[in-house]
């Protein structure tokens, strides 16, 4: 049993950058495939980036290709997303989740954290 656990959302300005975080417990961590999925008010939720259970792989949604970046540090059993140009279409919970065996662009991993919130102002 893996608990995800994110943090480090904000309000921010149009054109600022936030950088989330999402702490994971449990030993087998650096063998979990991560993922970051976001929701605005009354939509759908929809995948933003992913990354292999090495760091060596990395997927992004083409909304915010070029503008975020994940990361992963399996010694602190984090993974994080860096928000650049960040817009008003950005604001959104934003949940990282991740995965022993599925790696992708879908929601079938298999934990997932509660939520941080990312409101951008315009």
């Known amino acids: 049993q893996v608990q995800l656990v994110e943090s480090g959302g904000g309000l921010v300005q149009a054109g600022g950058s936030l950088r989330l975080s999402c702490a994971a417990s449990?030993?087998?961590?650096?063998?979990?495939?991560m993922g970051w999925f976001r929701q605005a008010p009354g939509k759908e939720r929809e995948f933003v980036a992913a990354?292999?259970?090495?760091?060596?792989?990395?997927y992004y949604a083409d909304s915010v290709k070029g503008r975020f970046t994940i990361s992963r540090d399996n010694a602190k059993n984090t993974v994080y997303l860096q928000m650049n140009s960040l817009k008003p279409e950005d604001t959104a919970v934003y949940y990282c989740?991740?995965?022993?065996?599925?790696?992708?662009?879908?929601?079938?991993?298999?934990?997932w954290g509660q939520g941080t919130q990312v409101t951008v102002s315009s």
């Open positions: 990354i292999s259970w090495s760091g060596g792989s990395t």
């Open positions: 989740a991740g995965d022993p065996v599925y790696y992708g662009l879908g929601e079938e991993y298999d934990y």
């Open positions: 449990g030993r087998t961590f650096s063998s979990y495939a």
